[in-house]
């Protein structure tokens, strides 16, 4: 599965979409994913894969910003 999430990724990028368009369609397939998980983490699943792009972007900004920062974005 993380092939046809990379190849979407991929094929997004490469028509010229924006960032918060590679965003939602990464979201959907994380989405599409939470169906494999355990009865159990499904809601925290989704609530991971529902996170606004405004505030992902936020969370990005202040990783970038740090002088610690290990260069993983989330």
Known sequence: MKTSLSLTALLV???????????ENVQINQRTECANEP?????????????PFDEYQR????????????????
Not at 39 to 51: H, I, M, Q, V, W
């Open 39 to 51: 009865p159990s983490t499904y809601f925290e699943c989704l609530d991971r894969a529902n996170k």
């Open 13 to 23: 990028l490469t028509a010229g979409c924006s960032h918060r368009a590679v965003y």
């Open 59 to 74: 969370e990005r900004k202040e990783l970038l910003e740090k002088p610690e920062s290990d260069g993983k974005l989330p």
